[in-house]
């Protein structure tokens, strides 16, 4: 599959459900085979990812809506908790950090890096597992779940959470997305 038409198939998938197309262990291989392959500025590797599964998966929902006393709808909460698992991205601070002191010319520039390489990742990812026939959609529910996250999967708090992408099978098609005016954010200059 060409990046284009894996870019055209990679949509928010808010209906997912726990019945993935393909493995497990599919799914695994494909998340770190990507993590990976992305690149990020000096080589740094900050980029951070935990996959919640299974049990994890349902009690890493139970707790934002818990986090968020009620705030968040639970319908909302539940929808994300229906898929098959949830993908938490992260950098590593102290790997930042280590750079930043390394480079000190390049220090401001470092955490904008590995924001830039973690987007990266989050995109490579989405389009990685839609290839695999697998919907996801990409939320940001963090800071305010960072401490409960670092607790439930047992993390360091180096790890600063980015966001959080629910993956599953599939239960049903988003709208079609218009085409947009891409001149209006695209300037060709010859």
Do not use: C
Not at 44 to 54: I, N
Not at 136 to 144: D, E, K, R, T, W
């Amino acid at each position: 599959m060409s990046i284009v038409k894996s870019l055209e198939k990679r949509r928010t998938y808010y209906n997912i459900n726990k019945e993935l197309p393909v493995r497990e262990d599919e799914v695994i291989e494909r998340i770190q085979e990507l993590t990976e392959l992305v690149p990020d500025a000096f080589n740094m590797k900050s980029a951070r990812v935990v996959v919640a599964l299974g049990e994890k998966q349902n009690q890493l929902w139970d707790a934002v809506y818990d986090v968020f006393e009620g705030q968040v709808a639970r319908e909302k909460i539940d929808s994300f908790k229906a898929g098959a698992g949830t993908v938490l991205y992260f950098y590593d601070k102290n790997v930042v950090e280590s750079f930043q002191k390394q480079f000190a010319f390049y220090a401001d520039n470092f955490p904008v890096w590995a924001n830039q390489a973690n987007g990266m990742l989050q995109l490579s990812i989405w389009s990685g597992l839609r290839e695999l026939g697998i919907g996801a959609s990409l939320q940001h529910y963090n800071p305010v779940i960072d401490g409960k996250v670092r607790e439930l999967f047992s993390l360091p708090d180096s790890y600063i959470l980015l966001a959080q992408m629910p993956f599953g099978g599939i239960a049903g098609e988003p709208d079609a997305k218009e085409k947009e005016d891409i001149s209006k954010r695209v300037k060709i200059e010859k």
